[in-house]
């Protein structure tokens, strides 16, 4: 289905890609540029082809079968069939951290990890919706998304990086315009390219929660669940007690709810949306489907 939030993606990506073909036309270097496509687009194709296996591994998780975890099973299986996808591995990671988080290159290749943290803070009804949620980012394939977005922000560092080794160093041999410009260009770029990076994973959590309320058909308990997350890494993360993988921040972007996130101007470069504008969505959902009320049990 086409929403809002998947126009607001194609805006994005359309705009980044502008960025990079500006950023290679501005710097006349079309080869330089090419070079760093391939670069670039080689490292995060390894990370797209093997993402699951990186994620899991990052986060210490460890696979479960039916008959040692049938409730969380059952779950998925209640969700999956709902939404109409393969059914992933399923995965438990041993941290105190609440969060939960899915990968994989593709819905045949997809695996779902649950930390110990989340499973104590929420009750069933809730992790069913988290599960919902997780399953909705592998049902609109946001893998290959932020792949995508990545490789080309990527591209965008790199060639502004090597435009200003080029400037310090006296290369180049040919006048490329005003100086200041091109100066301007070197450091807003990159800050360009991530703002708008940041910008389509946030559009990518807001779609996934819409969609992983539909398919549960159970928003206001993923409202519930969201707001206990953010409450409980909040609370653990005062206390000292999250561990390096918690706050591991090129795992944020998987999490369902990200440590790193914060208020005020640095949500611009956060990727998810601040936690009451998400709730507040869920609502709207809510009251769409005729649902009133915080459903948590």
């Known amino acids: 289905m086409f929403t809002m939030n998947n126009l607001k993606t194609l805006v994005l990506m359309a705009l980044l890609t502008g960025v990079l073909l500006f950023v290679g036309q501005f710097f006349g270097g079309t080869g330089g540029l090419v070079i760093a ?63 939960a988080f899915a990968t994989g290159r593709n819905p045949e290749h997809a695996a779902i990890a649950v930390t110990s943290g989340i499973r104590n803070l929420l009750t069933p009804r809730e992790l069913e919706a988290v599960i919902g949620h997780e399953l909705g980012h592998v049902r609109n394939r946001d893998t290959l998304l932020s792949t995508g977005a990545g490789t080309m922000a990527g591209v965008i560092t790199f060639a502004a990086r090597m435009a200003m080794f080029g400037a310090m160093f006296g290369g180049g041999g040919r006048d490329r315009g005003n100086m200041f410009a091109q100066l301007a260009l070197i450091l ?52 000292g007690v999250l561990n390096e993988q918690s706050e591991n921040p090129a795992m944020a972007h998987l999490f369902i709810v990200s440590p790193l996130a914060g208020g005020g101007f640095t949500s611009w470069f956060s990727t998810h949306p601040p936690i009451e504008q998400r709730i507040e969505r869920l609502q709207e959902i809510a009251n769409e489907m005729g649902i009133g009320g915080y459903r948590t049990s």
């Open 37 to 99: 496509l391939i670069f670039v687009g080689i490292m995060n194709f390894v990370m797209y082809w093997f993402s699951d296996k990186i994620a899991l591994a990052a986060m210490r998780s460890h696979e479960v079968t039916p008959e040692e975890e049938p409730e969380l099973h059952a779950m998925v299986d209640r969700v999956v069939a709902a939404a109409g996808i393969p059914k992933p591995k399923v995965y438990i990671s041993d941290n105190p951290s609440p969060n």
């Open 188 to 239: 807003l770029a990159p800050i360009a390219a991530m703002l708008i990076q940041m910008a389509i994973s946030r559009s990518r959590e807001y779609q996934a929660d819409k969609t992983g309320s539909e398919i549960t058909r159970d928003p206001l308990a993923l409202a519930s669940a969201l707001s206990k997350l953010e409450g409980g890494n909040k609370r653990l993360k005062e206390a």
